[in-house]
């Protein structure tokens, strides 16, 4: 079974700390991606990421980073968390699989920004 | 701009019932659709649709996609109070090597004993 793991379950920061926040995935995937989930929003893309070291950017990234090091760990920074970053943040993972893939999910972090 | 469209926003039946969730899409390169369902953390993987009119089943669940008509329903016959979850549509399309997925907002299924 494929198996992706967030660093924290629950987070609570003040405005203008960094945030780290990691996924590990254990199946060798290539790709990672996060997410933010926002009621009525439903899950918007922030960035992701096709092969180590590399990044792309989502449909929100503003506010955001990523680092890729390593092939089973993708991070999402917050530079400087404000208010507007509370959220429920999902991390995913996928292995191409001839022309389609399936995203699995991990069990996500839900940040509070005070 | 893409957009995936789920409705209704939620909704409450009563254990036997049977549901039809909506989801449409507007996407270009579409590449698949896929159904999740998510209880109260991750999303769980249900169905991936790639061709018109073919239904895909797993139990009480099936689902069916119209390309034509760009939409896709999922039906689960039989509810009980384990399927209160919110359903997630996606819409796959190709990116950068990968595919980048367009989520709708999600239907909230209440169902009661």
């Known amino acids: 079974d494929v198996k992706v793991t967030q660093s924290s379950r629950y987070l609570v920061k003040r405005t203008g700390e960094k945030v780290f926040l990691e996924c590990v995935q254990d199946?060798?995937?290539?790709?990672m991606f996060w997410y933010r989930q926002d009621p009525g929003l439903g899950l918007r893309l922030i960035y992701f990421?096709?092969?180590?070291?590399?990044?792309e950017k989502g449909d929100i990234p503003e506010g955001y980073s990523v680092s890729r090091e390593k092939k089973e760990r993708f991070s999402l920074i917050l530079e400087s968390a404000s208010t507007n970053q509370t959220s429920m943040y999902l991390c995913?993972?996928?292995?191409?699989?001839?022309?389609?893939?399936?995203?699995?999910f991990g069990p996500g972090t839900r940040l509070l920004v005070l | 701009e893409d957009k995936v469209v789920q409705s209704p926003l939620s909704l409450v039946v009563h254990e036997g019932d049977t549901v039809t969730l909506n989801c449409s899409y507007e996407?270009?390169?579409?590449?698949?659709l896929l159904w999740y369902k998510q209880e109260k953390k991750a999303p769980t993987f249900l169905f991936m649709l790639?061709?018109?009119?073919i239904e895909k089943k797993s139990g009480r669940l099936s689902s069916i996609l119209d390309k034509k008509e760009l939409f896709s329903i999922l039906n689960i016959t039989a509810t009980q109070t384990g399927d209160s979850a919110v359903y997630l549509c996606?819409?796959?399309?190709?990116?950068?090597?990968?595919?980048?997925?367009?989520f709708g907002t999600g239907t909230r299924l209440k169902v009661l004993a």
């Open positions: 996606a819409v796959a399309k190709p990116t950068s090597g990968t595919y980048k997925y367009i």
């Open positions: 790639t061709s018109s009119g």
């Open positions: 990421s096709y092969d180590v070291k590399m990044k």
């Open positions: 199946m060798d995937h290539e790709n």
């Open positions: 996407v270009t390169n579409f590449r698949s």
């Open positions: 995913a993972s996928s292995l191409p699989q001839g022309d389609w893939e399936t995203q699995y």
